[in-house]
Every structure is written in structure tokens, then in C-alpha cells.
């Protein structure tokens, strides 16, 4: 099935996955009925049906970079649902008409495929598609399949600053290890001026990141080629033109692994596109979303006459068609459309498992890609003993440095190794020990926070923002490592969550009082674990939902209990074994760990339901049992006795 | 008159005690043989609370607060009960064990000593001596109200046989044939109204000077 189980956090947000990111979120909460998202499938796209399906009609819906999650506002536990973005085939966005609202349809990657239609595709393709787009595609379809020009080529390039000539990276320069000084640079072959560092390792990094294995694959397909000579099979002119290198690695790959139904085909030049241009790449005549082609398996059809049954035909070779309709009837579909459309151009998804920046340790590539190289792991040698573990760390912290030194190379570069510098962040907060709750809380804000501009313009983007804030802030409150709660004694000021929760964020993305304090008092409507509590003295305090005021009367009488049979370390003039002993807030506060004002706020509170009265004296204020009240003291059986 | 100093427990040695503090019961139902009780002299025991810190401190939560008061009223009550006080001067009896616990080092405000009496005034258990309201600085304690003692008084020469005789009014609080009596020692102010009541219910008639007033039951 599409539609796949989420699993929800305690804030009823959709659990993420590793490395996954939030882009933007859509729902509302206004109104009663407030239908805003809701999920429509149809069965059959030949039959428009709306077959709405039931229980998923109001919700919002966050978009990641990696999921498309539905979380329904009535039974969040039971009625939530993702869709894997690697399973969507294409999209199409309904802007809207009169009473029908915007819609967004999710088309699914059917499940089978004909392979003479690849290796159409794939043949219709190579002539015109440069030769480094080939083993990308190899090595990302799921299915591996014979290439027809399987060309020896080095995989990366960088361009000569002078004469812009595009030279290949030598195929031994691994970026995570090389070096300035370590590592020999060819000059550029056509002028013979020698290239930056920083910019051979830009490109490499580049390369690296744009495809999973670049390093070993190369050299397990081809002869491993001699450092510094160009390589000749390679078109000049494909290779110098890195945009539409890429752009044309997108739509060979789109082609190969979905369906060529993807695929829009040009009216004019009959170049396949991808579905997402807009023009056409070769001719750049305008093309028409709804020829998403059918044109391969149904040559006959023309662009030119595009009419709505058009893309209602199946593609031949698929018995189900089903296709999930996003309906976005309270706005918000501009913005989402957009996000969707950068994510499915990104396809973070394809990165997840694949290592980042290659490593020199890597088991495959140990062998050939760093023999060249001038790492210690290159010829490692077994070592035992702390000398072996010497050397390790040694290894390590180099790798560490190179890591970082890498990333702040500029801007494009730390983007490219971003992931591997979260990973860091993450060791160092680990290794840090004490700190490690905060620490780690900056890598968790790298990814996971709501802030402002997710949600973009819009009417109620504000409001949407502090509903998302306020479950931010009640996974924050209730996840269990950071134990935020539990260390303030179950209960925490507001103003102390506001330090702590804007300390974990890092510095970046603060929260404003104001908006705090408004997703503070969403808790209760939202049903989330944690609620707001107002004292009479107006100090707003957060603590668990199930902590009631009837609960801490009861730990505040069980602890003065036991002052009963305590002796006390000094002489007391009244009968403390009746009596037990006053409190002030200072005690309360050290017995529970509550910070002193919350300490006064409880007993005060105590002290107006009639559990605790209080004594002035010099001392300061004392909190005692109520054994003046007679409904209230200890012993009721004993009242109006004189003793 | 020792009203001005009601303090010492020693004043009514010869006091019949009573038996352990009962709150007070409505005015009405008052068995009329409680005036006549005897027994040995004991001295007063306070409550618990008043050996209870917060006791002493103006509670404000207001259940508890009106059971404070409600406490120190049934105290106050019994404690002048005990000692056979009439009239209670609020700067005198501060230092009074009564406000005033030693052992505990604790005592009660003029302002909450007010309070009580003004709570004890509105459940008619009170009342302040001449009209200055809660400036004055004595206040009638009425463990027993004046319409109490009326009854009580007439009970007693009902029983002992002295209707139609006269008596001073000094004969009747001071001489040794009311010793046995609660109204011993009664504070003249006191007597006086007291006889007023009796003479308003047609029971006696009060005759002669100011010093030399006496009064003749019927």
C-alpha cells in the first residue's frame, strides 16, 4: 500500500526518521469544522471518483524530506499516515476553482516495469546525455542495468580558473583525506597553471556528494586511470556545464527508475523532460504539465493537443493506478506545492544510507581508492597495544580536522559534508559527558524545530506556528533523556522552561515570550501531556498533565508526616511529635527540587484548599498542618478534646 | 474591683472548677443546676492548639481563619469560665497566660484579640464595655449572657426560699451564701443589668441609693 503507518512522538508529531528534515507543515486551528487537509484517493484515475477516504478528512499535514505525514486532528493515534516520497511517481497541483479547493495528487510509483522499455529509454537517451551521468544511473536504479556505452571516465571535473577548461579530479584524490600539502596537484591540462586546493576539493566534494559512491565505482568498472592524464573518451563541452549536467543526470535517472510515464515528452524537439521543467532542456519550447508523457508508451499522442483525458489513460502495464489527493481547503497549498517541488528536486532520501563523504577506512574502496593516497590508512599496519590505540585516535582526530576544515571551506562545501558535521557535533556533545543534554539538543535543533519561516506567509500561519512550537515544546518537556521535567521536580517556571528551551535551540531560531506563552497555553487544547497551571499569584508554571493539585497536597502532608517521627536537631518548645514541625518554602523547595517560588506557590496553594496553615514569626513564614481547622487536622477523631 | 486585672489564677481560689471545657451550648438550654456545681479547684488546661505556633498567627484562608476564631472563642470562653472573669481588658490581658504562651513564645496581636472579641461579639458570646465599639478597652465576656444570669439568680432564691425578702445587691455577689454560686463576685455593672432584666420580667424590684441599692424577688 501507499499509505504507510507513522509512528507519532507524545506531542502527536510525526516520530522522524534519521536524517530526515522538517520543510513545512500545513493544518489549522481555527474554526470548528475547520476541514483543512484531507486526504482523497481515488481508486481509478480513469474514474474521477471522489472516493474520500473516511477518518482522514481534517488533519494537517507535514512535509519532510523524506515523507509527506498526515496527522488527523480527531484521532491522531489511529488515523495517521506517511507516504514515502521516494514512492511518488510525479505530482500535480489543482490550484483550485470556486467551491472545490486546491488540491495537491500524489501519483505512486507503480510496482513493475518492462525492461525493453528501459532499455529504450536508455538507449533514447545516452547519445545526447554526457558520459558521467551513466554510472550515476547504474549505481542508483534498483535495477542494475546494462549500459550500452559503459565509459571509462573519471567522475569528477574541475574548471581551470584561467582558461576554463573543464579537468578531471585525478581519481585517487580522495577529499576527505588529501591534503594541501600532502597531496600533489596536476596542472590544468590545457594551460598548465595549477589549480587551487580548495578548488579541486570543492569539485570532489561536489561530485561526491551529487553521488553516492562515486570513488568506488569508478574504479571497480574501469581501468584505474593514470593520475594527471585527461581522459579522452570525455565530451568537453558536456562535462564544462555543470548545471545541465546535472539537470540531465535528474531526468536520466528519473527515466530509468520510475516509470517513463514521468517524463514530459517536447512538442517540438520530442525530448523527454522532466516532469518538473517547465521549458523544454534541448529547445526550450514551453511544455504543458498535462502531457506528462504518455508519450513513450503511446507515441501517437501529440502535446499538441493536450486534452483532459490525456493523462487519464493508464499506462499500459500498470493494472492499478491509485493516486492520493492532498485537499488543502483552508490555503496553504502555494507554499506546500513549492517545498514539495524543492524536495522531490533534492531526493534527500537517496542520500540516506549512503555514506556521505567517502571515507579512507571505507571497506570497499580501501584497497584501490586510497593506495594512491598519502593517508596513514593507506599502509596501516596492525599495531596492538596503546600504541595501536594511539594511533587510532591519532587517525580519528585527523579525519576530525579534515572533516571540519572541509566544511568551512565555503558555504557550498559545508552544505555538501552538513550531515557529517551534525554527526560530529553529536560526538563531541557525547564525549563532552555532563553537558551532553544541551549539546545535543543544538544538533537536535539543527533539524527538527519548527521556526517561523517553515510555515511561510499566510493568514494563519502564526497561529499554525505556535500550535507546532507548542508540540515542540511538549516533546521537549516530555523527552525522557533530556528529563527537563523530571529535574525541576515534575514542575518548572515558565520564565525557566523559556531559558532552557531557547538555550537548546543554540542561539538560533529564539522563540519570542510572547509566542511561548500563547503555545504554552495550547497544551490543553491540544491534548498534549503537559498542561499550564496558573497560581493565584499569577506565576504560570509547567508541569505533567497528570500532576494534580490534590497530588502534591498529598506529597506535601506524607513529607510533613514524617517530621512526626523525626526528631529534630534541636530543642523545640511545642510537642513536634503532634504537631511535627512548620516548613518554610527554602525546605520545600531542597525536599523536592522545586525552585523556591514554585515552593511558595505550592504551599500557598496548600495552604487555601485548608490542608496547610502558616505561621509568621521572626523565623519567616512557616507552612505547618492544618490542626486548627478541625475537618482538615490530622486526627479528626481527637477534635475538642483537651489534651 | 478586680476586673481590671483578671489575670491571676490565684483570684478565685475557692472556685469550683468545672468539669473539662465543653463548647458552649445555646444560651436557652442551660441547665440551670450548671450554676451550682462544686468540685476541687484545678488549674485551667488549655486546648491543644494553644501550644500550636500557627495558632497564634492570622490565618488567610477563610475556612481556616473562621475555625481559628471559632477556637479562640471556645478559649476565651473557658478560660474566663474557669477563672470567673466577667470582664476581659484587651492591654492587660495580652500578657495574659490566656494570649500569651510562654513556653512556645508565642502570642496573639492586639488586632487579632480584637478580632476574636468582634467575632465573639457577632455570635453574642461579647460585648464591648460603653460604646466605643472595638476602641474600647474591655469587653464583657458573656460565658453566661445576662438573661442567663437572670434566670440563674432567680432559680437560686426560688431554691433557697428568699422571695419576698430583701437583699442588698452586695449581699448577693459577695456574701458567703453565694460562694458556692457562679455569680459570686459578679461585677456590679454586671449585677446591675442583670436586675434591670429581672425587674423588665416583673421578678424583682430594685430600691434605694446608688451605694445602697437593694432588690426584692417576687
Known amino acids: 500500500m501507499f499509505l504507510k503507518q507513522v509512528d507519532l512522538t507524545t506531542a502527536l508529531r510525526p516520530a522522524y526518521l534519521p536524517d530526515e528534515v522538517l520543510l513545512t507543515m500545513w493544518g489549522s486551528m481555527r474554526g470548528k469544522v475547520s476541514e483543512d487537509t484531507s486526504l482523497k484517493a481515488k481508486s481509478d484515475e480513469v474514474i474521477p471518483s471522489k472516493n474520500k477516504i473516511p477518518d482522514y478528512q481534517n488533519g494537517h499535514v507535514y512535509l519532510t524530506s523524506h515523507r509527506i505525514c498526515y496527522v488527523d486532528n480527531q484521532d491522531p493515534r489511529k488515523n495517521s499516515t506517511a507516504i514515502d516520497l521516494k514512492e511518488v511517481d510525479r505530482y500535480e497541483f489543482y490550484a483550485g476553482f470556486l467551491k472545490s479547493s486546491a488540491k495537491i495528487t500524489l501519483v505512486p510509483k507503480p510496482p513493475k516495469r518492462s525492461s525493453i522499455q528501459n532499455r529504450a529509454i536508455s538507449s533514447l537517451y545516452s547519445p545526447s546525455r554526457s558520459a558521467t551521468a551513466s554510472p550515476l544511473s547504474r549505481t542508483d536504479s534498483p535495477f542494475h542495468l546494462p549500459t550500452p556505452e559503459p565509459t571509462p571516465s573519471s567522475t569528477a571535473t574541475w574548471i581551470c580558473t584561467i582558461c576554463s577548461f573543464s579537468n578531471p579530479v585525478p581519481s585517487n584524490f580522495d577529499p576527505t583525506t588529501a591534503s594541501e600539502l600532502t597531496t600533489p596537484l596536476a596542472p590544468c591540462l590545457n594551460c598548465g597553471i595549477k589549480p587551487q586546493f580548495g578548488h579541486v576539493l570543492k569539485a570532489a566534494i561536489s561530485n561526491a556528494a551529487n553521488r553516492p559512491s562515486p570513488a568506488s565505482s569508478v574504479p571497480l568498472r574501469a581501468p584505474l586511470p593514470v593520475r594527471g592524464r585527461t581522459d579522452a573518451s570525455r565530451p568537453h563541452s558536456d562535462v564544462g556545464n555543470e548545471p545541465s549536467t546535472m539537470q540531465s543526470q535528474k531526468s536520466n535517472q528519473q527515466s530509468q527508475e520510475a516509470k517513463k510515464s514521468t517524463s514530459i515528452q517536447c512538442p517540438r524537439c520530442t525530448f523527454l523532460n522532466h516532469p518538473s521543467l517547465r521549458e523544454c532542456e534541448i529547445c526550450g519550447a514551453r511544455l504543458s504539465p498535462e502531457a506528462a508523457s504518455t508519450g513513450l508508451e503511446n507515441p501517437l499522442l501529440r502535446a499538441e493537443s493536450p486534452g483532459p483525458t490525456l493523462n487519464q489513460l493508464p499506462a499500459p502495464g500498470t493494472e492499478e493506478n491509485e493516486s492520493i489527493k492532498l485537499s488543502f481547503r483552508g490555503g496553504g497549498e502555494k507554499l506546500f506545492h513549492e517545498r514539495l517541488k524543492g524536495c522531490m528536486t533534492q531526493r534527500k532520501w537517496l542520500l540516506q544510507g549512503a555514506p556521505p563523504v567517502p571515507k579512507p577506512n571505507r571497506p570497499a574502496g580501501a584497497d584501490t581508492g586510497s593506495s594512491g593516497t598519502t593517508t596513514p590508512s593507506g599502509e596501516r599496519v596492525k599495531t596492538a597495544g596503546i600504541a595501536g590505540l594511539e594511533q587510532r585516535r591519532l587517525e580519528v582526530r585527523k579525519n576530525n580536522e579534515l572533516a571540519i576544515g572541509n566544511a568551512f571551506e565555503d558555504l557550498e562545501t559545508l552544505m555538501a559534508s552538513a550531515k557529517e558535521i551534525v554527526a560530529l557535533a553529536e560526538s563531541f556533545a557525547t564525549s563532552n559527558g555532563n553537558g551532553t543534554s544541551e549539546t545535543s539538543a543544538v544538533a537536535n535543533a539543527l533539524g527538527l524545530v519548527t521556526t517561523k519561516e517553515m510555515l511561510g506567509g499566510g493568514s494563519n500561519s502564526e497561529s499554525l506556528y505556535i500550535s507546532e512550537l507548542s508540540r515542540n515544546l511538549a516533546e521537549f518537556l516530555t523527552d525522557d533523556a533530556r528529563g527537563v521535567l523530571r529535574k525541576a521536580g515534575g514542575i518548572i517556571t515558565l520564565v525557566d522552561l523559556w531559558a532552557k528551551f531557547n538555550r537548546a535551540r543554540g542561539g538560533v531560531e529564539l522563540v519570542s515570550p510572547l509566542d511561548f506563552e500563547k503555545a504554552a497555553r495550547l497544551w490543553e487544547k491540544l491534548k498534549l501531556p503537559v498542561r499550564l497551571r496558573e497560581f493565584k499569584s499569577g506565576v504560570l508554571v509547567v508541569q505533567a498533565s497528570d500532576r494534580t493539585d490534590e497530588k502534591t497536597i498529598k506529597t506535601l502532608l506524607f513529607w510533613l508526616s514524617d517530621l512526626h517521627s523525626l526528631p529534630p536537631d534541636r530543642e523545640l518548645s511545642w510537642d513536634w511529635q503532634l504537631f511535627g514541625r512548620g516548613v518554610t518554602a527554602q525546605d520545600a523547595a531542597e525536599n523536592f527540587g522545586w525552585s523556591i517560588g514554585v515552593a511558595e506557590e505550592e504551599l500557598e496553594m496548600a495552604e487555601e484548599r485548608g490542608a496547610l496553615c502558616r505561621e509568621e514569626s521572626i523565623e519567616g513564614l512557616k507552612y505547618w498542618e492544618n490542626w486548627i481547622d478541625d475537618s482538615q487536622s490530622p486526627s479528626q477523631s481527637q477534635s475538642y478534646n483537651v489534651i | ?218
Open chain 2, 1 to 218: 474591683m478586680s476586673t481590671s486585672s483578671p489575670i491571676q489564677p490565684s483570684f478565685t481560689p475557692t472556685a469550683p472548677s468545672l468539669p473539662p471545657y465543653q463548647p458552649p451550648p445555646p444560651a436557652s438550654k442551660i441547665p440551670t443546676s450548671a450554676l451550682t456545681t462544686t468540685s476541687s479547684p484545678s488549674p485551667f488546661t488549655y486546648p491543644r492548639e494553644h501550644s500550636f505556633p500557627p495558632f497564634y498567627t492570622r490565618q488567610p484562608t477563610l475556612q481556616t481563619h473562621h475555625a481559628q476564631l471559632q477556637k479562640w472563642s471556645s478559649l476565651i470562653l473557658a478560660y474566663c469560665r474557669h477563672n470567673r472573669l466577667f470582664k476581659l481588658s484587651l492591654i492587660d490581658s495580652l500578657d495574659s497566660p490566656l494570649f500569651y504562651n510562654q513556653r512556645i513564645r508565642k502570642r496573639l496581636g492586639i488586632s487579632d484579640v480584637k478580632e476574636v472579641v468582634e467575632f465573639m461579639r457577632r455570635e453574642g458570646r461579647a460585648e464591648w464595655v460603653g460604646k466605643g465599639g472595638e476602641n474600647s478597652a474591655e469587653c464583657w465576656i458573656w460565658w453566661r449572657t445576662p438573661e442567663e444570669w437572670a434566670s440563674g439568680i432567680y432559680e437560686w432564691i426560688d431554691e433557697t426560699a428568699q422571695k419576698n425578702t430583701v437583699l442588698t445587691l452586695y449581699e448577693l455577689t459577695e456574701s458567703e451564701a453565694t460562694l458556692s454560686q457562679e455569680f459570686h463576685g459578679m461585677d456590679p455593672d454586671l449585677l446591675q443589668r442583670v436586675m434591670n432584666i429581672l425587674v423588665k420580667r416583673g421578678k424583682a424590684q430594685v430600691f434605694g441609693q446608688e451605694d445602697q441599692q437593694g432588690v426584692k424577688f417576687f
